[in-house]
Structure formats: C-alpha cells, structure tokens
Nanobody
Framework: QVRPVESGGGSVQAGGSLRLSCEGA????????IGWFRQAPGKQREAVAA???????TVSDSVKDRFTIFRDNAEPTVYLSMNNLKPEDTAMYYC????????????????????WGQGTQVTVSS
C-alpha cells in the first residue's frame, strides 16, 4: 500500500494562507476518500476535511469558512486550501486514505482510514 505524501506546510503569520498537498501517484485516489486531519501538541487528532468520489467534499465546522478541500484527478493530488489562518490552526497535518475494500460511511471519522502519511507541520504565529 502506497502511503500518501503531504507537502506545503510551513510557518505563517495569523491571517495568512497555505495550501497543503496530498500526493499518491500510485494509489487509485479517484476511487477512495481522502481525509485531512490535524494534531496539535497535547491534543487529540481531529478531522479537518475529507473528499470522496461519490459524495463530494465535507469540511469540519470549526474551519468551514476558511478551509477548502479539492482534488486534481489528473495528477492525482488532493489539496487543502487554508485561508485566514489562526494560531489555533498550528498542528501537524496528516493526509489519509483507505484500502479499496473499506467502506467509509463517515468521511470525517479517522477510524475508517488505514493508510496515513507522515504529516506536514503548520505553524501560525500571532
């Protein structure tokens, strides 16, 4: 199983923007859900956004007005566009997908994902 590879993290000031990428050149992303999750120091990992080929995209209420998830099947890459970043967005961001045989009834539930990337760090300063 090919792990997705995240990129695009970095350090920005509050109010800035970043675009994270999740690449999986060999995995059939056009047939699986892709989720973005994040984990801040001392906190549990939480869902950010997910996109599925048969259901479109969904974004967590906590970032809904600022984050957007979309995919480019030609590459294939899934992006997380983050605008108006806040210090509380500081975290390690992970991209995840799942085995083809898995059903994912709730795309924002990390328990359904079994293939995870290494993560990319996002740091937002005030």
């Amino acid at each position: 199983q090919v792990r997705p590879v995240e990129s695009g993290g970095g350090s920005v000031q509050a109010g800035g923007s970043l675009r994270l990428s999740c690449e999986g050149a060999e995995h059939p992303y056009s047939r699986t859900c892709i989720g973005w999750f994040r984990q801040a120091p001392g906190k549990q990992r939480e869902a950010v956004a997910a996109i599925c080929p048969d259901r479109g995209s969904t974004v967590s209420d906590s970032v809904k007005d600022r984050f957007t998830i979309f995919r480019d099947n030609a590459e294939p890459t899934v992006y997380l566009s983050m605008n108006n970043l806040k210090p509380e967005d500081t975290a390690m961001y992970y991209c995840a997908t799942h085995s083809i045989s898995r059903n994912v009834p709730y795309p924002l539930n990390q328990l359904y994902y079994d293939i995870w990337g290494q993560g990319t760090q996002v740091t937002v300063s005030s």
